[in-house]
């Protein structure tokens, strides 16, 4: 399940979640993202098969990818075109105090309001 949130001075809102083994679609929201906030996103699966599964465009690889269109309001493009971050295990949520998530591990869930 690849799941979207915008996190607001330590709050999750859910934008949005969908299968990987889905076809792609857009879902229309309404959650408005500001400077200040961060969009997160997770990816989580059950490997029932008895090898490694790697990230990849096979269908047998974990294709956990979000992807979003967005507008500004004076029609100016951000400085950066592509977010993407490394993940585990070069990066935790756990690790970034600013996003306000609990400290029991790599799958950390956002803490309840």
């Known amino acids: 399940m690849v799941s ?3 996190v607001r ?11 990987p083994q889905l076809p792609q679609n857009y ?6 993202i500001s400077s200040d906030d961060y969009v997160a996103t ?3 699966m059950f490997n029932s098969k008895s090898t490694v599964v790697s990230t990849g465009e096979r269908h047998e690889d974990e ?9 500004t309001e004076n029609g100016s493009f951000l400085p950066e075109l592509l977010c993407s971050g490394s993940g585990p295990p070069k990066y935790y949520w756990k690790l970034d105090k600013r996003i306000n ?3 029991d591990g790599p799958d950390a869930q956002p803490r309840p309001k």
């Open 4 to 6: 979207g949130y915008r």
């Open 9 to 19: 001075n330590g709050t999750w809102t859910e934008i949005g979640r969908r299968s």
């Open 27 to 32: 879902i229309p929201t309404d959650i408005v």
């Open 42 to 44: 997770r990816c989580t």
């Open 63 to 71: 294709m956990c990818v979000l992807y979003a269109y967005y507008y």
């Open 101 to 103: 998530v609990s400290e």
